[in-house]
């Protein structure tokens, strides 16, 4: 958007001119600079600033609105070049909703304008309107690319285009741009050479000078000194063009612009074309006009086939990659230059090297905190960070040009780092890149590697394992213990970047035990139960198992060409396994007790409303998994509750996390409990993506489900979570049936079954001393977790713990269960497989 | 003169190495292996899917020693890398003819 310049139009003595005046005035000298044959570019130049002045005037003379607004020129009027009797296109931006004294506003604007005799295209909109500019008509589109303020709040059409997809609106943009080309040349039987032409309309025109412009100031403002006539060709066009159309719009006195055989004569005298006769004058007038269309439609064609196409905010991609539209709008807002390497990937091309030495210059003049403004600057660099192809190579680019240190000075401290020390191949900073490199590779599987292909995608973040590894060798700056010295300096782009304190536990547990799993690995028995026990717990849980053991072998593989070696790799897969193993089927057997450390630390920080004793009371006999899943907060949080149960009762809220939602119920257990409870948010649509159950010895149940509400019923209601409540207890409490209120979903999700792969259900007795284990794998559905876990109960178990995962269509669970307080005889093995392989056949 | 080719898990490499420089015996080459012995490897259960893991991952340590430390360095080697589990290893030992220095051509003499 151009800004506004004003032009003085009062009179010398201060008295302020009449709208009226103002208009008469203006025609009057546009009307004499044409009768000379100068009204070209500059005059209507100065036209437009003075209809500018005028809008302005009434503006303000308006009654007042309730609310910022702005008014803005569009079109022809936006780019300067209005006629004498051209229409008058206006955007009217408002900052909220309209109400009866912005209608005032509006009417005690735009009427004056009417009475004046003025043909005014008016347009008014919001800045909250959430509907995208892509569904709006092509003239509109169009206009608004030469949007211009002119009186008002000069802000809201910003804040409005920032409410919509910019590519999505650009790329319609162009898309409408070329239709309407197409449409208007076949009008014209798409030939330029019309004996009695319409300037503005035929190929040639002024109508494709502006579709040629359009085109470069969306994708590419230098594509018209590019190719094409030449923008000395194009601006001698124009204004040529723009003399004949003022002198049409004068000779008749309205808007017309057919350059007929009689209006030839009286324009080529206007015009002072020389010549004896009229006729010599009008083969000369009309020479040149063939000549200057002559260039427009050659622009026009170049720049229809060699425009770059938009990918982004101010974006495009060319020939030679990604760039910036606008350089100077970018120049200042460094917290959209991610978006261009972003674009990049998403392209699969490189940022152009015009770009990439742009953003060298301009790079040093910035902190990081420019860098990552606002939350959703974090979220694109997250975004971003998400291994794929071309990840590496992006990265790469932004070292090399000193972004990515200007980013983050951490890793700028390991510029061409190196360390000697006879295995690592590499300088410490491209050792880094190539990790990123090594886990990007995992996303595009070989049959060699798919198991750990697999691990990657079913990471629910695993762009914290990207900025994890960003930041494992960091610390190597310094000559010691670089593992603390990386950790303390992720921690300070833990603040950069503002991230919440899970993902700030993730990357900093990473950093800090990079070494660990190659240490177990490749240096210990792995065969020794204790071992993997140990290492078990200090990962903790899968999530972690699965970051740590890619991190592990993305960091190894990038020591050196040869360094992960066949061997090593199947000596990591064997330490995952056998932790995975423990962490899911053994972690029943470890539950806290009292006076041990982990206890200690939770009273010791205690908030003031809890006592050490209920703090015992909860946590002892609970496995120490529990403390791992959940957040210091969150078990303060259950204590609240868990000391406030009554007999009977039940303790559940609903919470929004990310893109899903977490029901948590505290109660004591009864038989069906937890069916009941997944058959609920079931029978709500929920899909259960993960969860946690855990029952104490006491009967204390704590249940966690992570669901995605896919029929919204939560987000469109706003008692949604009351309601699913209510129905909750109800359920429990014997009051509401549930298998009614699921049957017709659940016949429903049969029919759709789709084939798939056959469920595996599997009964271990070995892995630990308390419970028996029972894994189910099957494909994802509605309503599995409600069937198995009912089954389960039917055959008089008990539920007492569940790890409940999601990955792609593949349903894992893991139930811990015991019938009268023991194992499972294995008759009652065999009796349970057989429930539950009817169950997932779908059998009754 | 004999080469030793002593087949260990892989967490034991330290310990021989350990044991053999205490008998000042530094020379060697280690190797990453995988293979089997009696045990033909074991049956691993991820995710509710056996996968037989025929192949296990060993290191092969090989030393050249003259025969009077040969039994000094068989016992060092059997008490470093000694379990007592199934697949702690084998040693194997060699007759070696002659052994010669690359860079000088020179003949080793025992």
Known sequence: ?844 | MKLIKSIVRPNKVDDVKNALEKLHISGMTVTEVRGHGKQKGHTAIYRGQEYNVSLLPKMEIEIVVPDSMVEDAIKAIIEAARTGEIGDGRVFVLPVDETYKIRTGEKDVF
């Not at chain 1, 980013?407 to 690592?424: G, K, L, Q, S, T």
């Not at chain 1, 695993?462 to 213990?481: C, I, M, Q, S, T």
């Not at chain 1, 109660?667 to 409990?673: C, E, G, I, N, S």
């Open chain 1, 1 to 844: 958007m151009n800004e506004p310049q004003s032009v003085s139009a009062e009179p010398r003595s201060g008295a302020v001119l009449s709208p009226k005046r103002r208009l008469a005035e203006a025609r009057t000298e546009l009307s004499l600079a044409t009768e000379r044959g100068e009204g070209g570019s500059q005059a209507l130049k100065q036209y437009s600033y003075r209809m500018d002045a005028m809008v302005e005037q009434l503006f303000n003379e308006a009654p007042r609105a309730s609310q910022s607004v702005g008014v803005w020129a569009l079109g022809g009027y936006g780019r300067r070049e209005l006629c004498l009797h051209s229409d008058i296109d206006l955007l009217v931006v408002f900052a909220g909703e309209i109400g009866p004294a912005d209608e005032r506003f509006l009417q005690g604007f735009l009427n004056p304008l009417w009475d004046l005799g003025l043909t005014v295209g008016h347009h008014i909109r919001e800045v909250g309107e959430s509907v995208g500019l892509d569904g709006d008509n092509a003239e509109f589109l169009l206009a608004l690319v030469d949007a211009r303020p002119i009186a008002g709040d000069a802000s809201g059409l910003e804040r409005f285009l920032e409410n919509t997809d910019a590519v999505a609106t650009a790329t319609h943009t162009l898309e409408q741009l070329r239709a309407l080309i197409t449409e208007r040349h076949a009008r014209f039987n798409g030939t330029l050479f019309q004996l009695e032409p319409d300037v503005k309309e035929a190929p040639g025109g002024l109508r494709d000078l502006f579709g040629a412009m359009t085109i470069a100031k969306l994708t590419d403002p230098a594509l018209l000194k590019q190719g094409g006539a030449g923008a000395r060709a194009l601006a001698d066009a124009e204004d040529f063009l723009l003399r004949v159309r003022s002198t049409l719009h004068l000779q008749l006195g309205r808007q017309h612009n057919i350059l007929g055989h009689e209006l030839q004569e009286r324009v080529a005298e206007s015009l002072r074309y020389p010549g004896t006769t009229p006729r010599q004058r009008v083969e000369r007038l009309m020479s040149d006009y063939f000549r200057h269309a002559r260039a427009i439609d050659r622009s026009l064609r170049w720049a229809l086939r060699a425009a770059p196409v938009p990918v982004g905010n101010n974006l495009v991609r060319g020939s030679d990659g990604v760039k910036f539209v606008d350089v100077r709008r970018a120049a200042d807002r460094p917290d959209t230059w991610l978006a261009a390497f972003q674009a990049a990937i998403d392209c699969g091309c490189a940022v152009s090297d015009e770009t990439l030495t742009w953003l060298e210059q301009h790079a040093e003049r910035f902190d990081p905190m420019d860098f990552f403004q606002q939350p959703w600057h974090r979220d694109d660099l997250l975004r971003f960070l998400r291994p794929r192809p071309g990840l590496y190579e992006r990265l790469s680019e932004m070292h090399d040009i000193g972004l990515l240190g200007q980013m983050f000075p951490e890793f700028r401290a390991i510029n061409c780092r190196v360390v000697r020390d006879f295995y690592h191949k590499y300088t410490v900073d491209e050792h880094t890149l190539l990790a990123i490199r090594n886990l990007e590779q995992l996303t595009t599987p070989v049959p060699e590697r798919r198991r750990l292909s697999g691990l990657l995608s079913e990471l629910a973040q695993p762009e914290l394992l990207v900025l994890a590894l960003l930041f494992h060798d960091v610390g190597k700056w310094r000559d010691d213990d670089h593992v603390s010295e990386s950790s303390r300096m992720a921690k300070r782009m833990f603040d950069t970047l503002g991230l919440d304190p899970e993902a700030r536990a993730t990357i900093e547990f990473l950093v800090e035990q990079h070494l660990s799993m190659s240490h177990v690995a490749f240096r210990r028995d792995t065969e020794d139960p204790e071992i993997v026990r140990h290492f078990a717990a200090l990962v903790g849980d899968e999530e972690r198992l699965k970051m740590l053991c890619l991190m592990t072998l993305a960091d190894v593989e990038a020591v050196g060409r040869d360094t992960l070696t066949p061997w090593k790799e199947e000596l990591l897969w064997g330490l995952y396994v056998d932790a995975y193993n423990h962490l899911t089927h053994a972690y029943g057997d470890e539950v806290i007790h009292r006076n041990e450390t982990a206890l200690a630390a939770v009273i010791d920080g205690r908030p003031a409303d809890l006592d050490a004793s209920d703090i015992e009371a909860f946590l002892e006999g609970l496995p120490r998994r529990y403390l791992q899943l959940f957040s210091r907060d969150a078990v303060y949080r259950h204590i609240r509750h868990a000391r406030d149960l009554r007999p009977g009762a039940i303790e559940a809220w609903i919470e929004r996390q990310g893109v899903g939602w977490e029901l948590t119920v505290l109660t004591r257990d009864q038989p069906f409990l937890f069916s009941n409870i997944s058959g609920v948010l079931s029978s709500f649509g929920a899909d259960i993506l993960r969860g946690y159950a855990f029952t104490k010895s006491d009967g204390l149940v704590v249940d966690m489900f992570h669901f995605i509400d896919q029929e919204r019923f939560l987000e469109l209601n706003e008692s949604g979570d009351g309601q699913l409540l209510s129905v909750l207890e109800n359920v429990v409490s014997g009051r509401v049936d549930l298998a009614e209120r699921l049957r017709r979903r659940e016949e429903g999700a049969f029919r759709q079954r789709m084939p798939g792969t056959p469920p595996v259900v599997r009964c271990d007795n070995e892995s630990s001393r308390r419970y028996t284990i029972v894994e189910i794998f099957a494909d994802n559905e509605i309503g599995l977790l409600y069937r198995m876990s009912r089954a389960m109960s039917e055959s008089g178990c008990d539920v007492d713990l569940v790890l409940i995962a999601t990955e792609g269509r593949r349903a894992i669970d893991v139930f811990h269960l015991t019938r009268n307080g023991t194992k499972l005889s294995p008759p009652q093995h065999s009796e349970l497989i057989a429930n539950l392989q009817g169950v997932l056949e779908g059998r009754p």
